[in-house]
């Protein structure tokens, strides 16, 4: 594993008191992953992996409260998003992003616990599938499940393709948010939405990630037959994966239901479930200490903070 600045924090549940350390992970299929580390070098890790169309600062308060539990927890964009590396060939396939996954595991960071939101939890399930021993301590997935409701899904990837040309002020943006979760109230921090938006050179904002995602996670690109086979992939690699893991639910969300909880539960039994009141697919945007706090207490109980 290559070396990370150290960095130095105490204390739960108080903030970090230093920004994150910046890194950059050269993988050797020439994709590069932005990622930000908190907390010291050498401390058990946990390796946050954000859902389809957010970027790595959706887990800024989860991983500072981490961090200041005695962890070194690092946050990073998938390709195609934020600051990583776009796909040349527009390859953003479940698999792909697996691959990227198991080059930083392989590589950069060794044994961490991963917690992965939607398409974040898809690769940790897959990555580590391909491996007969483990390459991570433990996995939490955060409303992902190996079965989706399709309804949930199409609603996501229709708020994706809302406004390709991108909105005039942020607060279009903020107001496009709104309605899109409209269980929250409406974000004030303007400056804050920056983190996942990137300006045009006309002056308009766009959401931080390649179109060419759209392309690759179109509605009817995979027959019935299709689907169901990569359902079948995502089953058996959660019914094999044999470190501890645990399920995040969101109780309102429309993407995993109870029963898609049931069903992994009835495959891969190990698993932890937490079905978490007040919150819908995006969970930690909704409940983050909520969400921090049952994170906390599984890895605690997996990787204890002097474990290192």
């Known amino acids: 594993m290559r070396s990370l600045e150290r960095r130095r924090v105490r ?3 108080k903030a970090v008191s230093h920004a994150p350390q910046r890194v950059t992970f050269a993988l050797p299929h020439g994709i590069d992953i932005a990622a930000d580390v908190y907390g010291e070098e050498g401390r058990p890790t946990v390796l ?8 790595r600062h959706a887990w800024g308060g989860a991983a500072e409260a981490i961090a200041a539990a005695g962890y070194r927890a690092i946050t990073m964009d998938h390709r195609g998003h934020g600051e990583s590396s776009w796909s040349p060939d527009g390859a953003y396939e479940a698999e792909e992003f697996a691959t990227d996954l198991e080059a930083v595991l392989l590589e950069y960071v060794h044994q961490p616990i991963l917690v992965g939101a939607s398409l974040g939890g898809m ?3 897959l990555a580590q599938h ?5 390459i991570c301590r433990g996995i939490v997935l955060v409303d992902v499940t190996p079965r989706l409701n399709r309804d949930g899904v199409l609603r996501i990837l229709s708020f ?3 406004k390709p040309e991108g909105f005039g002020s942020l607060e279009e943006v903020a107001d496009a948010i709104a309605s899109y979760l409209p269980h929250r109230k409406r974000s004030d ?3 804050g939405l920056k983190k996942n938006l990137r300006r045009t050179p006309e002056g308009r904002w766009v959401w931080h990630w390649d179109p060419k995602l759209l392309e690759s996670w179109r509605p009817g690109r995979q027959d019935d037959e299709q689907r169901e086979a990569s359902i079948r992939r995502r089953l058996e690699a959660a019914a094999a994966i044999e470190v501890p893991m645990m399920l995040i639910r969101g109780r309102m969300s429309d993407v995993v239901s109870e029963e898609n909880a049931r069903e992994l539960l009835a495959i891969a039994p190990h698993t932890e479930y937490v ?3 007040g919150a819908a697919h995006m ?8 969400f921090t706090h049952a994170v906390l207490d599984f890895i605690r109980r997996v990787l204890p903070a002097d474990a290192a």
């Open 11 to 13: 204390g739960y549940p």
């Open 48 to 55: 946050f992996l954000h859902g389809g169309g957010q970027t």
């Open 123 to 125: 690769a940790a399930l």
């Open 130 to 134: 391909r491996h007969a021993k483990p």
């Open 160 to 162: 994706m393709q809302h």
């Open 189 to 191: 921090n303007l400056e």
């Open 275 to 277: 079905d978490l009141a």
């Open 283 to 290: 969970v930690a945007g909704d409940r983050n200490d909520a």
